[in-house]
């Protein structure tokens, strides 16, 4: 099988990011998931900057900087000022145990290479085999914000969903809009910065982050 | 239109001047609802003056990005912008001598319900697209509720308010799947729908849909639960308004529905009008006939009297569907002339019943009695209304009556085997119908104004004020024109049928005086001439009374029946005024009796009748709903992860079903 170097790269790279997502899946403490998000985005920079420079598109290489920036830099800085003043630094409890939690994502897995099948047939581009891997990605970001009962996590889960969907774009259509994705960008910052003064609120609140007290909020 | 719309702005610039002086009932009362009223009879004369004119449309520079707001004044628009007008003018002027300070909602938020009521329904038949029309339709919902919640302290008024706004909802989503249904594949302009060729099948979905929505608004069985709840809860001028002006802004959407959006007309369609028509005239009658509360007893006579344009409405379309233009325009004249008959002394008896209200502080029938000597100027002018409503000649509700009762007798030419023999016994249902409102009438003015007073307290009850009786006045002058020019009336009429049914009636053809709506041959009826006979008998009797008995007057104390200690309570009562019609429509009613037995030192009558419709339709409904958001709430686990769960499920389910 020949395939250009860098599509060789591209595909190595997509693997890293799909062996992070289990990573980050079967992580229990909050430290290591942040240093494992910080990773993912690096991950997700250097196949931006491939594609970006194996096909000459210019945007690509301002996505790229942007994702270096909010996703290796200001959010897992974020992430883990937030941590120290919360004191959260402990392990993370699962609601179901991690080997389930395994078994289900490899399942998903599979699940999202044969529905990405069809699309990436249709679509064009060098990085088409990849388009599985980044919905893989995207569900077991799902999953793992769906395992965690911890608000923390909960968010990291939702930032990496971001990353997959971010790589979904770039593998499909060489990404999206200028305009689009500055948009998203910025829609993930102010998401982040929400969900940080909702961390504090429910903190004061329940003494605790565990979400399983928000269940009182409930209609009787 | 320039007028029209000015005067719409007059209106909100009114009620917004009402929000900033709330409490300062001055301006309000003696500024403020007369300015409006002035509008209001310039908007009756711009509607009079577009009537014969061509049609005038307008886009106006509001409403969302690409999606303005599309006007339209055509002739039908006019007649009704007409009556509202024409209707809000006198109510408008009582209203001012009637909202005081210190009942419910403040004067000056009154002033801004009010005045954004009365423009929103004139918006309504103003509007040439459905997306301007259910704004408007829907800000007339919202701005009447309020209205009608003004005495909000009170639970049942809530009650009542919810009811309403929750069959206004309902009745708007069948109005907007109607227009979704009618708009084809192009925009939602009106002038879009006209050309728009339904299929048969979506048509007449359209048509029933339309049908449930506008029902609803008009208090068309089984949708009228609410008139009986929300016309007693609101201020009297504002049920006169919704009384007169709102159910009629139902009856122009069904009409421009059905004969000007669809372009076509299907006979059963006129049978379900007609059916659901008579249904509602004789449910409306039976009921107002045994209530013992004024205004319910007026609610119920509204419903009653929609079922009687409903009627004219489903003959019109019977009879345009056979190609029978002239007896159709005969029908929807014998509508038109009931709807803005209506709006007249509907209004007129709700504002009196206002005044008996603040004259006395009781609405209940059994409490009031013997008010035309306290309260002569609103005695007379209700009798105006009672005599107007009763349908006696020469008023106004005999015309409409009358023409109806011509559009009947032509029935028997249809050429369906069937509907040419059942539909003139249709007929006989509205001739009961007609004669027992005339009873429900002598019950009104009898308990309220003839008689004893019933309680002490009213020997206090005051006559109503200067601006009370201007509206009262106005209203009872309008009922008396309707019925002394109907020849005059039905030319304005006649440029509507001109527009929906390409037919006019043309009864200005014999002169003004012998209103013929079919050929002289026929019958012809001549209200000056009635009028001129009724003051000829009456002027005659008077003197022959006075010439041959009051030389030989004699008092003497009267036979007593043997028993000397009368006092007003033996009079007869509403609920005894009522009892035959209990009795004869027992199977309409769900009654329930408490009798006191025969040694009771405090003896205790009680009868409360309902609605089988309430037990039958809408508590199971209520039941059936409550249950399904039960199982509703089965989904709200208060879990984030479950909520994610579903999310994720959907989101597998997707992927699958897109492969």
Known sequence: MHLPLASQIINLLAAVLLLLSFAMLTQRRILSLINLFALQGLTLTLSTLVVAFSTGQHHLYYSATLTFVLKVLILPWVLHRLIRRLNVKWDVETLINIPTTMLVGIVLVILAFNVALPISQLAGTITKSTLGIALACVLLAFLMMITRSKAVPQVIGFLAMENGLFFAATSATYGMPMVVEFGIALDVLVGMVILGVFFFQIRERFDSLDIRHLEKLKEE | ?659
Not at chain 2, 99 to 123: D, K, N, V, W
Not at chain 2, 267 to 293: E, R
Not at chain 2, 524 to 553: D, E, N, Q
Not at chain 2, 593 to 600: A, G
Request: with cysteine; hydrophobic share 55%; aromatic share 12%.
């Open chain 2, 1 to 659: 239109m320039q007028l029209i719309l000015g005067v719409i702005a007059l209106w909100l610039v009114l009620g917004i001047a009402g929000v900033f002086f709330p409490r300062n009932l001055l301006l309000v009362s003696r500024v403020l609802f007369p300015a409006g009223a002035l509008g209001a009879l310039l908007l009756a004369a711009a509607a009079l003056d577009a009537l014969g004119g061509e049609i005038q449309s307008r886009v106006l520079p509001l409403g969302l990005p690409d999606l303005p707001f599309h006007l339209r004044l055509d002739a039908l628009s006019a007649f009704f912008l007409l009556l509202l007008g024409a209707v809000t003018a006198g109510i408008s002027v009582f209203a001012a001598g009637y909202f005081r300070r210190g009942e419910g909602t403040p004067p000056g938020l009154q002033c801004l319900y009010y005045h954004l009521f009365i423009a929103s329904m004139a918006l309504v038949l103003l509007a040439d697209d459905a997306y301007a029309f259910m704004v408007f339709w829907e800000t007339m919902a919202l701005s009447s509720y309020f209205l009608v919640t003004s005495d909000h302290a009170k639970a049942e008024i809530r009650r009542a308010g919810f009811l309403y706004l929750l069959i206004a909802h309902v009745g708007a989503i069948g109005i907007l799947l109607c227009f979704g249904l009618l708009h084809g594949s192009g925009d939602y302009t009106f002038d879009n729908m006209r050309a728009v060729q339904l299929a048969p099948v979506a048509a007449t979905v359209a048509f029933a849909l339309a049908l449930f929505g506008f029902g609803a608004k008009a208090g068309m069985l089984p949708l009228h639960v609410w008139l009986p709840e929300a016309h007693p809860a609101a201020p009297s001028p504002v049920s006169a308004l919704m009384s007169a002006v709102m159910l009629k802004t139902a009856i122009y959407g069904l009409l421009r529905v059905l004969f000007d959006l669809l372009h076509t007309q299907v006979w059963w369609w006129g049978v379900v009008i007609l059916v659901l028509g008579l249904a509602t005239a004789l449910y409306g009658v039976v009921f107002s006939a045994v209530q013992s509360d004024m205004k319910r007893l007026l609610a119920y006579s509204s419903i009653e009297n929609i079922g009687f344009i409903l009627v004219g409405i489903g003959l019109a379309v019977i009879f345009q569907s056979y190609g029978m233009r002239a007896l159709a325009a005969l029908a929807l004249t014998a509508a038109l002339y009931h709807a803005i008959n209506h709006a007249y002394f509907k209004s007129l008896l709700f504002l009196a019943t206002g005044s008996v209200l603040h004259a006395t502080r009781e609405r209940a029938l059994g409490k009031l009695g013997g008010l035309i000597h306290r309260m002569p100027w609103v005695a007379w002018l209700a009798l105006v209304g009672t005599l107007a409503i009763a349908g006696l000649p020469p008023l106004n509700g005999f015309v409409s009556e009358w023409l109806m009762l011509q559009a009947f007798l032509f029935t028997p030419n249809l050429p369906h085997p069937y509907l040419n023999m059942l539909i003139p016994v249709a007929a006989a249902a509205i001739a009961l119908a007609t004669a027992l409102a005339g009873y429900v009438m002598v019950k009104f003015y009898g308990v309220v104004f003839l008689g004893q007073p019933r309680e002490p307290s009213l020997a206090s009850a005051h006559d109503a004020g200067t601006w009370e009786r201007a509206g009262l006045v106005w209203l009872a002058a309008g009922c008396i024109a309707l019925g002394i020019a109907p020849v005059a009336v039905i030319g304005v009429i006649d440029s509507v049928t001109g527009q929906l049914l390409g037919k006019t009636l043309g009864a200005s053809a014999t002169g003004w005086m012998f209103l013929t709506p079919i050929g002289p041959e026929r019958a012809s009826y001549a209200p000056l001439l009635f009028l001129l006979g009724i003051l000829a008998v009456w002027l005659l009797t008077w003197l022959a009374v006075r010439r041959f008995y009051h030389g030989r007057v004699r008092r003497a104390p009267p036979w007593d029946c043997g028993f000397p200690a009368q006092t007003a309570r033996m009079q007869d009562t509403a609920e005894g005024f009522g009892q035959p019609i209990r009795q004869v429509f027992e199977p309409f009613f769900r009654m329930q009796r408490e009798l006191p037995t025969p040694f009771d030192a405090a003896p205790r009558y009680r009868v409360s009748v309902e609605d089988h419709l309430w037990y039958w339709l809408y508590l199971p409904l209520a039941r059936v709903t409550n249950a399904l958001t039960r199982v509703v709430t089965l989904l709200q686990r208060g879990r984030i992860s479950v909520y994610l769960m579903y999310s994720f499920v959907t989101l597998l389910v997707l992927l699958l079903f897109v492969r």
